[in-house]
């Protein structure tokens, strides 16, 4: 049973920081693309960054670029999502996905198992 499990959410003041982990089993993790999705209230899920199953590719939204740093240990089975700079618009409910292949998508409906979230509120 493939199972990923997100932590390291929080409350943070703006300009803060925040490491989310997912920890995953149940699947060969060093085989698959991984992302970070984001939903915020009244708002559909994105994409937030993809890196690919080897770690030599990585995708981030133009909102994060230079904020956030997705990476990986595939020795641990684990995604992480180092965010830097907080800002109030990155409040949201912060979920892992497994894409369906070693290379990354941008679409949503390629990523089939996904965590139950962990979630971010960046307020002073």
């Known amino acids: 049973q493939e199972k990923l499990v997100e932590s390291g959410g929080g409350l943070v003041q703006p300009g803060g920081s925040l490491k989310l982990s997912c920890a995953t089993s149940g699947f060969n993790f060093d085989i698959y693309a991984m992302g970070w999705f984001r939903r915020a209230p009244g708002k559909a899920s994105e994409l937030v960054a993809a890196i690919s199953s080897n770690a030599d590719n990585s995708y981030y939204i133009d909102a994060v670029k230079g904020r956030f740093t997705i990476t990986r240990d595939n020795d641990l089975n684990t995604l992480y999502l180092e965010m830097n700079d907080l800002r109030p618009e990155d409040t949201a409910l912060y979920s892992c996905?497994?894409?369906?292949?070693?290379?990354?998508?941008?679409?949503?409906?390629?990523?089939?198992?996904w965590g139950q979230g962990t979630q971010v509120t960046v307020s002073s």
């Open positions: 996905a497994k894409s369906q292949g070693p290379l990354f998508s941008l679409a949503p409906h390629s990523y089939g198992a």
